[in-house]
C-alpha cells in the first residue's frame, strides 16, 4: 500500500501514545508551582494539543486537513 | 556567573551552618537565571510571532488567491501526512525529555540516560525529515515567491533552534556524565528542559500554520 | 531584621548579604571588561556621548544644507544619507543606549540597595554589542549610507545602498544588546530590591526602568524579525516587502512600527523617572501622587503596545481599522496627564532650589507638553490627513525626543553628574546652558509646525521658495543649540579637573544612592539598608535603617519634621 | 539639627486667583482667535473635505492652547512663587502633602471626559472624509520615480505634467505607484493617501475653488524626492471640457484607444504572457470562476453575458480596450496596460490567446 497510508498510520499511532505519555507528565507536573513548573505545565499540555492536531489531520478531520 | 554571586555578597566557608547558607545561595542565584531565562524565551516567542504574522498577513491580505499562483500554475499544498510523522518524532522528543529530568531528579540515571539519548535522537531525526521536507516541498524555493519564502524563513529558523537545542542536549548529557549536576542542583537541565520544550510548542503552531491551514 | 518594619521582605536572599567581594585590580578587568554595573554605566554614557557628538553634526548639516531652497551645500543623494543616519543613530545610538543603558546602569542598582545588576556578565555582553553596532552603523558611509529614512521604508529601502544592509546588521545587534539589558534589568528589579523595598516603596526612577525593561524585551525581538526579513530581501531576494514579487511594503510598516512606537516610550519611560527625581528633591516635597505616577508609567506601557498604526493612518489599510487605534492614542494622553499634573503639583507649595537640573527638569514640563499636544493634532485621523509626512511631524517628534528625551537626559547628567565623579560642575555654565537650549531648541523647531502645515513636505532636500525665511531661521537657531551643547562639554570637562568635591549628597536629596560617597565604592553599600518608606517624605527622618551612611550624609540631609506630617 | 518645615498652606499661595484669571482670559482670547479663524492652517480650503478638517483643527487648536497655557503659566508661576528665599535655611522644605485624591480625580476625569468629546468629534469628522461624495469623475493618479500621470476614463494616453479637474465635480482619485512608495498631497483640500505599489488608495475631492494648487509627494521615495511635485488646475466645466478635447478625449462616446494592431498576435506568446500578468487575477474557466477578476475562458463566447463588464459588446478591439485603459467598476478594478507593464504588441498576444480559448 502506498507510502501517504502508512505514513498516516504510523502518525496515529505516535501521536496516540506521546499524547497519553504527555498528560501522565501533566498529571506528575500539576500539584507542583514553581516558575518552572508552571512553564513546564504550559508547554506540555500545548504539545498535548498538538498531537491531537495530528490525530485530527490524518483522520482528515479538519477542513484543510488531507492534502 | 560565580563573580556576580560573589559580589552580591554571597560567601562560602563565612556563616555558622555553610551548608544551609550555600543553599540558599544557590536557590537565589537559581531562581534569578530562571526568571531571567524564562523572559528571554519570552523575548525568542515575539521574534517568531513576527514572522508568523509576516505570513498570516501576506497570506490573508495580500496575495489574490493561496496557494499562490506562479506562472500561471497554483503551487500544491504541502504533504500533510509525512510532516505528521515528523511532529510526532519531535513532540515524542519533548516527552523523553520531560520523563529524562523526572528520572534525573529521582536519581535513577540510568533510565535517564535512556531517555536522554531518545530525545536526542529524536531530535536529530526531525532534522533529517525537515531536510527530506526541503528536498521534496514543491513551492518554488525560498526567494522565489511568498509562500517560499515565508515557509522556508520559519521553519529554517525553527530548524536552526532544534539544530542548536540539540548541541545543548549534547553538552548537557556529557555534563552530567561529568557529574556537573545533582539531585539539588541541575538548573542546567530545568533550562535545557524548557528551552526544547518551547521549540516543539513553536513547532505546534508551525504545523498548524503550513500544513493544517 | 526582625526589628524591621511591617512591609518589610527578609527573604533568604538577604539573609546572606554580608560578605564583600575584593575589587579586580587588573586596568582591563577594572576598566575595559568591568563588570561593575557602574563602569559599564559610564561606558555606556561616554559611547554614547560620543555618538551624540556625531549624530549632532549630522543634524547641523541637515540644517546648513536647508539655508538655501535649492541645497546648499550636499547633493540630494548625500543629503538622503545624512538625515538618514542622523535619525538612526539618535534613535538607537544615542537615546535608548543611554537611557536604559547609561542611566539605568549606573543609578538603578545604587537606588534598589543592590550591589550589581542580576547578570553582571550579560551586562559586559551587552554593552560591548553597542560600541560595535555603532561602528557598522557609522563605518556604512564608507559604502553609501542607508537613505531612506531611520524609517527604512521598502521598496526604497530594497533600491537603497550597500549600507542599508550594514544599518540592518547594525540595529540588529543594539536590538539584541537592549533586549538583554530588558531581561537583565527585570530580572534585577524583581529579585534584587534591598529588604523593605516594596514595589510601592521603588524610587519612581527604577518604575521607570521597570516599564521600559518590559517593553524593550518584548518588543525589540519583532524590530529583529523585520530587520531579518528585510535584509534576507535585500541579500537573497526573499520576498516579503516587494510587490513585484507578491509581497507587500505595507508589511514592513505594521513590523517597523509595531516595535519603533513601543520605542518611543522605551525612550521616554526612565526620563519620566528622572524628572520624578529631580523635581521632589529640588522642591523638597514628596513627589505627589507617588501611586498614580507609578501606575500611569504601567499604563503608559502596556497601551504603547496597540497603537503602532497611528504612523500608518495614510498607508492603505482597512479605513475602520483607523479608528481604534486613533481613539486608543488619544487615550495613553490621560495617564501622561496625570503624570504632568503631578509634576506641576510637586512643584506647588515647595521650597524651590533653582539648580540647573532643576531647570532642565520644567524646561523639559513645558517643551515635552508642546509635544504632547501636537501629537494629538497628529493622532487625530483627519488632521493626520493632511500633516503625515510633513514637517508638522518632525516638529513633534523633536518636541518629544529633543524637548522631552534629551532635556530630560541633561536633568539627569547634571543631577547625578556629583555622584558619578564626585565633582560639582560649574552652575552659571549650567544655566547658560539651560537657557541658550530652551530658546535655541523652540527656535530651532517651533517653525517646522507652520512650515508643514503650509506645505513643506519632510526628507526633502529641496524646497519651495516661500519657505526659506522659517528654514534660514531654524538653521541659526540650530547653530546656537550645538554652542549651548559646547558649554555643557567645557562644563563637564573642567569640573572633571578642578570642580569643587560634591560629597556624597550634595542635593539633600533622600534616595538611596545619595547615602553613599561619590563615587560609590566597587560593591556600592558595605551593608545592604533595609526600607521603611518612600524616599521622598523629606519631612520624616531618613527611612533607611542598618546603612553604614558614609561621612557627611547626614548634614545636607533633613531629619525628623517637628511637627507630625500630613499623609494621605 | 535646627529644621523648618514651612507649614501647610490654607490658601493656595500668593496671587493664585490672579494668575488662574489670567489664563482664563489668555485662553479665552487665544480660543477665540482659533475658532473664528477663516483658515486655522494658513492655506484656503479650496474645496471639501477641507472646511471639515479645518473644523476640527480649530476645536483641537483651541483645547490645546489653552492645556498649554494652564501648564506653561502654573509651572512658571509656581517656579517664582515657591523659589527658596536667599534667608531660608538650607534645609528648608516644601509643603509635605503626599497627593490630594479629589484634585487627582478632576485631572484624571476632566481630561479623559475631553477624550471622549475629541475622539466623538474626530470620529465624526472622519465619517463626512470617508463619506465624501465621489465618483461623479473618477481619476486615477500613477506614480513614479519622480512624476505623476493621471488617467482618465475614455482617454486613451494618460496625462503626464499638470491635473486637471472640472468645479464643483465630486471626484475620485485612485493612486497608486509603478515603483516605490510615494505620497499624494493636496494641502488645499487637507488630504492626502500614499501610492502603494501593488495597492489602490482612494480619495474623494469635491473642488470649490478655481485656482492652480500643488500636488507634492509626502513620502520618501529616492534622490528626486525633494522636487517631486506637480499642479492641480482646478477649472470651471467648459476649460475642462476643452482642455480634455485637446487630450484626444470626448467625454460623450466610449471610444479611444482604437487601433491597437491586433493581427500580430500569437496564442503561445499569449498563453504566456497570461501566465505571468494575468492569472493572478483571472481563471481561464467562465465567468463566474473567479480569483480575484473574473474568469475569461468565455469572454468571447458568453450566452450569460452577452456584453463586456464596461458594457461594451465583446469584440477583440473592446478587450483590447480594457487591457489597454484598466477598469474601474462594480466588481472590481483592474490596473492599466502602464501599471502592468503591458505594451499594445502584448495586448495582441493575449486577446488572440483569449479569443483561442472562448473557440473550444
Given at each position: 500500500m502506498d507510502l501517504a497510508v502508512i505514513e498516516k498510520v504510523v502518525a496515529t499511532l505516535g501521536a496516540i501514545v506521546v499524547f497519553v505519555f504527555a498528560l501522565i507528565g501533566l498529571r506528575g507536573e500539576w500539584p507542583k508551582n514553581g516558575l518552572d513548573d508552571i512553564v513546564t505545565k504550559l508547554l506540555l499540555g500545548l504539545m498535548a494539543f498538538g498531537c491531537l492536531l495530528v490525530l485530527l489531520a490524518t483522520a482528515g478531520l479538519l477542513p484543510r486537513g488531507g492534502a | 556567573m560565580s563573580v556576580s554571586i560573589a559580589k552580591q555578597g554571597y560567601s562560602l566557608g563565612h556563616g555558622h551552618d555553610e551548608d544551609a547558607h550555600e543553599q540558599v545561595i544557590y536557590q537565589e542565584t537559581r531562581d534569578m537565571r530562571l526568571l531571567g531565562f524564562v523572559l528571554f524565551l519570552c523575548s525568542d516567542v515575539v521574534l517568531f510571532s513576527a514572522f508568523i504574522f509576516a505570513y498570516i498577513y501576506l497570506r490573508t491580505t495580500v496575495a489574490p488567491s493561496w496557494p499562490p499562483i506562479v506562472g500561471g500554475h497554483q503551487l500544491p499544498r504541502l504533504d500533510t501526512a509525512f510532516a505528521a510523522v515528523n511532529s510526532v518524532v519531535l513532540f515524542g522528543s519533548g516527552v523523553t525529555m520531560h520523563y529524562a529530568l523526572e528520572n534525573f531528579k529521582h536519581a535513577n540515571l540510568r533510565r535517564y540516560n535512556v531517555f536522554m539519548g531518545f530525545t536526542i535522537l529524536l531530535g536529530a531525526m526531525f532534522l533529517g525529515g525537515q531536510g527530506y521536507e526541503y528536498a521534496h516541498a514543491q513551492i518554488g524555493g525560498w526567494s522565489g515567491n511568498i509562500f517560499g519564502a515565508s515557509f522556508f524563513t520559519l521553519t529554517g529558523m525553527h530548524g536552526f533552534h532544534v539544530f542548536a537545542g540539540v548541541i545543548y542536549l549534547l553538552v548537557l548529557w556529557y555534563q552530567t556524565q561529568r557529574g556537573v549536576y545533582t539531585q539539588e542542583r541541575y538548573f542546567g537541565l530545568t533550562a535545557g528542559t524548557l528551552y526544547w520544550h518551547f521549540v516543539d510548542v513553536i513547532w505546534v503552531g508551525l504545523f498548524f500554520l503550513f500544513y493544517l491551514w | 531584621m526582625a526589628t524591621l518594619a511591617p512591609g518589610v521582605k527578609t527573604g533568604p536572599y538577604h539573609a546572606v548579604l554580608d560578605h564583600i567581594h575584593p575589587e579586580p585590580t587588573s586596568f582591563i578587568r577594572k576598566y575595559i571588561f568591568s563588570i561593575d554595573h557602574k563602569v559599564i554605566g559610564y561606558q555606556y554614557m561616554i559611547t554614547g556621548g560620543l555618538f551624540f557628538l556625531i549624530a549632532g553634526l549630522l543634524a547641523e548639516l541637515i540644517r546648513t544644507q536647508l539655508l538655501s531652497p535649492n541645497g546648499a551645500i550636499v547633493s540630494a543623494a548625500t543629503y538622503n544619507q545624512i538625515y538618514s543616519m542622523h535619525g538612526s543613530a539618535m534613535v538607537w545610538m544615542v537615546i535608548i543606549p543611554l537611557v536604559t543603558g547609561g542611566f539605568g546602569n549606573f543609578v538603578m542598582p545604587l537606588q534598589i540597595g543592590a550591589r550589581d545588576v542580576a547578570f553582571p556578565w550579560l551586562n559586559l555582553a551587552a554593552f560591548w554589542m553597542f560600541p560595535v553596532a555603532g561602528v557598522i552603523l557609522f563605518s556604512s558611509f564608507l559604502w553609501g549610507a542607508p537613505d531612506a529614512g531611520w524609517t527604512e521604508y521598502p521598496p526604497v529601502s530594497l533600491q537603497g545602498p550597500p549600507g542599508t544592509s550594514m544599518w540592518c546588521v547594525a540595529i540588529f545587534l543594539i536590538g539584541i544588546s537592549s533586549t538583554l539589558t530588558g531581561i537583565n534589568f527585570i530580572v534585577t528589579i524583581y529579585k534584587m530590591r534591598a529588604p523593605g523595598m516594596t514595589l510601592t516603596r521603588m524610587p519612581l526612577f527604577v518604575w521607570g526602568q521597570f516599564g521600559t525593561a518590559g517593553l524593550s524585551f518584548i518588543a525589540t525581538t519583532a524590530l529583529a524579525g523585520a530587520l531579518l526579513a528585510l535584509f534576507l530581501e535585500r541579500t537573497f531576494g526573499v520576498p516579503f516587502y516587494d510587490p513585484k514579487h507578491g509581497g507587500s511594503p505595507v508589511l514592513w510598516q505594521h513590523m517597523f512600527w509595531f516595535y519603533s512606537h513601543p520605542a518611543v516610550y522605551i525612550m521616554i519611560l526612565p526620563v519620566f523617572g528622572i524628572i520624578s527625581e529631580v523635581l521632589p528633591t529640588f522642591s523638597r516635597k514628596p513627589v505627589f501622587g507617588y501611586k498614580m505616577i507609578a501606575f500611569s508609567t504601567v499604563a503608559i506601557a502596556l497601551l504603547g503596545f496597540s497603537v503602532w498604526a497611528h504612523h500608518m493612518f495614510?498607508?492603505?489599510?482597512?479605513?475602520?481599522?483607523q479608528l481604534p487605534f486613533m481613539i486608543i492614542t488619544m487615550v495613553i494622553a490621560v495617564p501622561t496627564g496625570i503624570k504632568i499634573f503631578s509634576w506641576m503639583a510637586t512643584l506647588w507649595g515647595g521650597s524651590i532650589h533653582w539648580t540647573t537640573p532643576m531647570l532642565f527638569a520644567t524646561g523639559f514640563l513645558i517643551t515635552f507638553t508642546c509635544g504632547g499636544l501636537t501629537g494629538f493634532f497628529l493622532a487625530a485621523v483627519p488632521l493626520d490627513y493632511h500633516e503625515?509626512?510633513?514637517?508638522f511631524v518632525v516638529a513633534h517628534l523633536h518636541y518629544v525626543l529633543y524637548g522631552g528625551s534629551v532635556m530630560g537626559l541633561f536633568a539627569g547628567i547634571y543631577y547625578w553628574w556629583p555622584k558619578m565623579t564626585g565633582r560639582m560642575y560649574n552652575e552659571v555654565l549650567g544655566y547658560w546652558h539651560f537657557w541658550l537650549t530652551f530658546i535655541a531648541f523652540n527656535g530651532t523647531f517651533m517653525p517646522m509646525h507652520w512650515l508643514g502645515l503650509l506645505g513643506m513636505p519632510r526628507r526633502v532636500a529641496l524646497y519651495d521658495p516661500q519657505f526659506q525665511f522659517w528654514n534660514v531661521f531654524a538653521t541659526i537657531s540650530s547653530y546656537v543649540l550645538a554652542a549651548s551643547v559646547l558649554i555643557f562639554l567645557y562644563n563637564f570637562a573642567t569640573s572633571f579637573r578642578s570642580g569643587k568635591i560634591a560629597g556624597p549628597n550634595p542635593w539633600g536629596a533622600r534616595t538611596l544612592e545619595w547615602m553613599i560617597s561619590s563615587p560609590p565604592p566597587y560593591y556600592n553599600y558595605k551593608k545592604i539598608p533595609a526600607v521603611l518608606a518612600t524616599p521622598y517624605d523629606f519631612g520624616n527622618p531618613l527611612p533607611y535603617i542598618g546603612l553604614e551612611a558614609a561621612a557627611g550624609a547626614e548634614e545636607a540631609t533633613p531629619t525628623a519634621a517637628s511637627h507630625p506630617v500630613p499623609t494621605h | 539639627m535646627a529644621q523648618r518645615v514651612v507649614k501647610p498652606r490654607t490658601n493656595l499661595g500668593p496671587g493664585f486667583w490672579p494668575v488662574t484669571a489670567f489664563i482664563v482670559v489668555v485662553s479665552a482670547i487665544m480660543s477665540y482667535f482659533t475658532l473664528t479663524s477663516p483658515w486655522p492652517i494658513g492655506l484656503i480650503p479650496a474645496g471639501e473635505p477641507a472646511p471639515a478638517t479645518d473644523a476640527l483643527f480649530r476645536f483641537l487648536g483651541a483645547v490645546g492652547a489653552t492645556i498649554f497655557n494652564i501648564v506653561t503659566i502654573y509651572t512658571i508661576y509656581f517656579g517664582i512663587v515657591f523659589a527658596k528665599p536667599k534667608n531660608a535655611l538650607p534645609n528648608a522644605i516644601g509643603?509635605?502633602?503626599?497627593?490630594?485624591p479629589v484634585l487627582e480625580f478632576w485631572w484624571t476625569a476632566i481630561p479623559t471626559i475631553l477624550i471622549v468629546v475629541l475622539a466623538i468629534y474626530s470620529t465624526k469628522i472622519w465619517l463626512d472624509i470617508q463619506n465624501t461624495q465621489g465618483d461623479v469623475l473618477t481619476v486615477e493618479a500613477i506614480s513614479y520615480q519622480y512624476g505623476y500621470q493621471f488617467r482618465y476614463p475614455q482617454l486613451a494616453q494618460p496625462v503626464s505634467g499638470e491635473m486637471h479637474l472640472p468645479l464643483n465635480t465630486p471626484t475620485t482619485i485612485h493612486v497608486t505607484s509603478r515603483d516605490v512608495i510615494h505620497g499624494f498631497w493636496i494641502p488645499e483640500m487637507r488630504i492626502k493617501a500614499d501610492m502603494v505599489p501593488g495597492l489602490i488608495n482612494t480619495l474623494r475631492v469635491t473642488p470649490t475653488v478655481p485656482g492652480r494648487y500643488p500636488i507634492i509627494c509626502t513620502e520618501f521615495c529616492g534622490v528626486g524626492h525633494g522636487s517631486m511635485k506637480t499642479t492641480l488646475v482646478v477649472q470651471s466645466q467648459q476649460d475642462f471640457s476643452k482642455w480634455f478635447a485637446q487630450q484626444g478625449g470626448s467625454q460623450s462616446s466610449g471610444g479611444g484607444g482604437g487601433g491597437i494592431p491586433l493581427a500580430t498576435g500569437t496564442v503561445d506568446a499569449g498563453k504566456v504572457l497570461f501566465g505571468q500578468k494575468c492569472s493572478a487575477c483571472h481563471s481561464t474557466g467562465p465567468f463566474s470562476q473567479k480569483i480575484v477578476g473574473p474568469g475569461l475562458g468565455q469572454i468571447f463566447s458568453d450566452p450569460a453575458h452577452a456584453k463586456l463588464v464596461n458594457g461594451t459588446d465583446p469584440t477583440t478591439q473592446n478587450v483590447a480596450n480594457i487591457v489597454k485603459n484598466g477598469y474601474q467598476g462594480d466588481i472590481g478594478t483592474m490596473p492599466s496596460a502602464q501599471m502592468n507593464a503591458i505594451s499594445n504588441k502584448d495586448i495582441a498576444n493575449l486577446v488572440v490567446y483569449l479569443a483561442s480559448l472562448s473557440k473550444k
Open positions: - | - | 495614510t498607508s492603505g489599510m482597512v479605513p475602520w481599522l503625515h509626512g510633513t514637517y | 509643603v509635605q502633602i503626599h497627593d490630594a
